[in-house]
C-alpha cells in the first residue's frame, strides 16, 4: 500500500449473536482511564475501575458515569450521594488494574478523605468530587451524572484505554 488507510469496514446489525462485534467496534474509540471512588454503606472505602467518564455541562459543572449492573460494586455507587472520580495518568496503569480486580485496592495508595467521607487519589492527572445529580436506566449500565462540587488538575500524561489494551500518546 501507499501508506493509506484500508477504507473496507464490516457492517452488522448489533444483537447477540454479534455482541463481540459491536465490543471491538467499540474499542476503537481511544478512551482516558478513571477510578471513581465512594463510600460503602458500612463507610468503608470503595474503588472502581471505569472507561465510561464524559464532560456534560461546565455550567452547571457536571459529568457522567456509567457503571455495569452486573458489576459487585454497582449498588454502592447508586446508592452513593457523593463520590470522586479520578482521571489516571500514564504511569497509572498498576492502580488501575487494583480497582479493576478489587474494590477495597487501597492499599500502598496514597489518598486521603474529603469533607464527605469518600477517598480522593493524591497523584493522578485530574479529579473531579461529585454530587448525585441524576440517575438513569441505560440497558446493561446505568448513566450516573455528577455535579462537580470541587476539582483538581495534576500533571503529567493519560493513560489510554483502546482494543483492550492500555497505551499513551506518542510523541510528535
Known sequence: MDGTRDMTMQDFVPSAETARDFRDALGRFAT?????????????????????????????????WSPAKTSNRYDVFMQAHHYAVHVLAADQEALCMGFVKDGHAFDNVDYSLNDKGVAVLNGCLARFECTQEAVHDAGDHSIIVGRVTRAAIGQGEPLLFSAGKFGRFAGA
Open 32 to 64: 482516558g482511564v478513571t477510578v471513581i471512588t465512594a463510600q460503602d454503606q458500612t463507610g468503608k472505602a470503595v474503588g472502581i475501575t471505569a472507561n465510561s467518564f464524559a464532560s456534560v455541562s461546565l455550567d452547571p459543572a457536571l459529568v457522567l
